[in-house]
């Protein structure tokens, strides 16, 4: 019989310096203590040329280089950057821009929902996220999930009630396995509370936690996991609902005070 607890990912270590650490592998620049993050780049393109923004740096990996801009919002400074797509690569870049000065943050994202009535669009707020992926486990010791900082969620919650936007607050399920999301787990997450599915959320809020950093993040509902069939409701398309979400994000990282980071 296999022991569960020999499995790799349950051997969390929490050393503080790793062999491998941010200030290594980039390039530095001067990055606001503010940073949206957001998953839409047509979205940041439009956003940063109706501001008059400029590029300060890049975010890179295999993939190719992603430019980090700079905006002025209300006289303060806030980092406009693309999100990496998947645990990994999200933790990696957060990472990084916290190295390179950040400290509080709002991602802008889309979900997959999980319960009926959440209509194309419907911004979620999560409040905690099931860790079933692996990114999470090297930055805390396992538990079944985890949850923004407190304040980067009040600050988003009060944004969307000063600005009239519906939103409902839940549980969301963070997942490596985009083709393995089984009708049977389905049921089982929206058991314990799930609104949503994506594939960062817990490994956001798990390095936040880690680093010392303020996190909180918005989801716009996409494709439809509620039914018997999946139904995508062409939700990368939304164009409303991507824009939206990004300037409601802008306008809540500002409502964060910028702490510094342990790291």
């Not at 407190?150 to 409902?168: S, W, Y």
């Not at 787990?185 to 509370?193: N, S």
Request: glycine share 10%; hydrophobic share 45%.
């Amino acid at each position: 019989m296999t022991n569960l607890d020999d499995a790799p990912i349950l051997e969390f270590d929490s050393a503080r310096e790793a062999v491998l650490e941010p200030h290594l592998a980039i390039k530095r620049f001067d990055l606001p203590r503010h940073v949206v993050l957001c998953f839409f780049r047509d979205a940041i393109t439009a956003f940063v040329e109706e501001l008059g923004g400029r590029e300060i740096g890049k975010l890179g990996s295999e993939m190719g280089w992603f430019p980090v801009f700079e905006v002025e919002i209300d006289g303060q400074r806030v980092a406009v950057a693309q999100a990496g797509v998947g645990a990994p690569l999200a933790a990696g870049w957060l990472e990084e821009l916290i190295t390179l000065g950040g400290r509080a943050f709002v991602a802008a994202g889309g979900a997959g929902v999980l319960v009926p009535d959440l209509a194309m669009g419907h911004v979620i707020v999560p409040t905690a996220a099931v860790r079933d992926e692996g990114t999470s486990y090297h930055y805390l010791p396992a538990s079944r999930d985890v949850a923004p900082t407190a304040d980067a969620l009040e600050a988003i919650v009060r944004t969307l009630d000063a600005r009239g936007v519906p939103h409902v607050l839940g549980k969301t399920w963070t997942t490596d396995g985009i083709y393995r999301e089984t009708r049977d787990k389905v049921r089982r997450r929206v058991a314990e509370g799930c609104l949503t599915v994506e594939m960062e959320a817990a490994a956001f809020f798990a390095v936040a936690q880690f680093r010392g950093v303020s996190f909180g993040q918005m989801l716009y509902a996409g494709d439809d996991l509620s039914g018997e069939a999946w139904d995508g409701r062409g939700w990368p398309h939304h164009d409303t609902g991507r824009d939206l979400l990004l300037r409601l994000a802008a306008e809540a990282v500002l409502r964060i005070e910028a702490r510094d980071s342990r790291s």
